[in-house]
């Protein structure tokens, strides 16, 4: 057995009995796991969202098979994430990001724990709005495409209008899609844009 954190990506179903959780670990990187039963529980379902944090336990997998989780428990319950239409929006975004920029399993520790601190500053900032901007400039940095400001300086600024905000993040997206193979501009962005609209 094997005890790890973990931030959830996103779920996918699998079969009639069983989903696949993805998520981010400090010691393994991007990890797919079996999970089973957990469309009987709509509570504990609330586990299972975007950037949440949670504590896995595993079985170890033979080789070719996927491992599968034998129990699960919130590491951090978020007082407002999940209850703020923003910060959830925000939380799609920025998991949707993670999915696309992190294809293989290579831990990286410093990643986990910045994506963590993300975690908690949207969930406890007074004023979230430019949380997913200063997000993505740093995991370019993390990623090691950091953005030159000589060339992207416009890219690096702090937004304060509403166009300000929509104009940068569409080009951050768009400098993501160039520096990352088969990365698109995330499906969330159109969230965000009617939700800060």
């Known amino acids: 057995m094997e ?63 996927m491992p599968v989780v034998k129990e699960i428990q919130l590491k951090y319950v978020p007082q407002r994430i999940s209850n703020d239409i923003r910060r959830s929006a925000i939380a799609m975004f920025i998991a949707e990001v993670l999915t696309l920029s992190l294809k293989h399993p290579m831990a990286d520790e410093t990643l986990y724990n910045y994506i963590e601190h993300t975690i908690y500053t949207l969930d406890k900032e007074d004023n979230p709005v430019n949380i997913h901007i200063n997000f993505l400039i740093d995991l370019a940095t993390l990623l090691g495409i950091g953005i030159d400001h000589s060339t ?27 520096m990352i193979e088969d990365f698109h501009t995330p499906k969330s962005l159109d969230v965000l844009m009617t939700i800060f609209d």
Do not use: W
Not at 8 to 34: E, F, H
Not at 46 to 61: C, D, F, K, V
Not at 152 to 167: C, D, F, I, N
């Open 3 to 65: 005890k790890t954190y973990a931030i959830v990506l996103y779920m996918q179903a699998y079969n009639d009995k069983a989903s696949i959780l993805n998520v981010y670990t400090p010691s393994n990187g991007r990890s797919a796991y079996i999970l089973y039963g957990n469309k009987r529980n709509k509570k504990k379902n609330a586990a299972y969202t975007p950037l949440s944090l949670i504590e896995i336990t595993t079985n170890h997998a033979r080789p070719g098979t």
């Open 152 to 178: 992207h300086a416009r890219l690096l600024r702090e937004p304060s209008t509403r166009k300000e905000r929509q104009t940068q993040l569409h080009e951050l997206c768009q400098y993501f899609e160039a």
